[in-house]
DNA sequence: ATCGGGACCTGCTTGC
DNA sequence: TGCAAGCAGGTCCCGA
């Protein structure tokens, strides 16, 4: 469920009612997440929201001394109550302010929620990750430098987060269409020029998704699950055996590196 | 160092 | 209608 644009979008969402807030209290229902959540994410109670930040897909909800790390996985939603609501199935947790609550329900559990102390990056989730798709740090330039030598496909190379973050299965398949670049073409093949317009297209097709407030999370109350609005703008991604918009050949699907690609064989090499 | 594959889960859709 | 297989937007960890 979750790519860059929807975990950005929900801290969005969760900011405002979050920020300046004391939290009160911690409410862990079900703390069978990816790790087990623990009694250290109590830290945060009795202390105020200064920020709430995302790095990467986590979620940040800084504190004092420190910050609640959280992660959506593939099946995880938050919405936020403004008033008392029975749990359902799957609720994990509750984040308590005075005035309005947070509930995490995330079906899978390949979502997490765990106490992070300063300095965030050195946490082991979040150190050694690569830059941000949408800061000055990410680049073509970059893309070409960290995959020189690499035979793995360039969707996995774009995918590892050691190399650029945020960049989801959906978003890979379309950044390469906009490319012209093959996905399964080896990483360290692929030149300078077109790792330029790549960046370029990372940048374009996950900002345009943030700007549009992503897509299955535009609401906080718990929507299902499957591509919102922006699936009408997706070029190839879950399109196969429809017409490419480009040239009008068959889109291909096919699995590499266990997730499914979808791309133009006549559009991209 | 890099790579591919397996692992972790539930729920929905598909096909026999 | 029922049941099993296949599939799903993430990412960590392992052995080669």
Redesign the pocket.
């Known amino acids: 469920?979750?790519?860059l644009p929807?975990v950005e979008t929900t801290r969005r969402g969760i900011e405002p009612p979050l920020l300046g807030r004391r939290i009160e209290s911690i409410v862990v229902r079900d703390p069978?997440l990816?790790w087990p959540v623990t009694d250290s994410v109590q830290a945060a109670c009795g202390h105020e929201v200064t920020a709430v930040r995302r790095r990467?897909?986590?979620i940040i909800i800084e504190v004092g001394d420190g910050g609640l790390l959280l992660?959506l996985?593939?099946?995880g939603s938050v919405r936020i109550l403004t008033e008392d609501e029975p749990p359902r199935?799957?609720d994990h947790f509750d984040i308590l302010t005075r005035e309005a609550t947070l509930r995490y329900c995330d079906?899978?559990?390949?979502g997490s929620f765990s106490w992070c102390p300063r300095p965030f990056e050195a946490h082991p989730?979040l150190n050694g990750l690569g830059p941000e798709p949408l800061s000055e740090a990410f680049s073509g330039d970059h893309l070409y430098r960290r995959s020189r030598?690499?035979?793995?496909?360039v969707k996995?190379?774009i995918?590892d987060?050691r190399i650029v973050v945020g960049v989801?299965?959906?978003y890979a398949s379309e950044a390469l269409f906009m490319a012209g670049i093959h996905p399964s073409r080896a990483?360290?093949r692929v030149s300078a020029a077109r790792y330029a317009a790549l960046a370029r297209a990372i940048q374009d097709v996950l900002g345009r998704a943030v700007r549009q407030g992503?897509?299955?999370l535009r609401d906080f109350s718990g929507a299902g699950?499957?591509?919102?609005y922006f699936a009408q703008e997706l070029l190839v991604y879950d399109r196969e055996g429809r017409p490419c918009l480009q040239c009008g050949t068959s889109i291909t699907r096919r699995v590499i590196?266990?997730?499914?690609s979808f791309y133009c064989t006549s559009c991209q090499r």
């Open positions: 469920m979750p790519e929807e069978r990816r990467a897909k986590y992660h996985g593939m099946s199935k799957h079906p899978r559990r390949f989730l030598g690499r035979r793995a496909a996995n190379f995918m987060g989801g299965n959906i990483a360290g992503g897509t299955t699950g499957t591509p919102g590196g266990q997730r499914s």
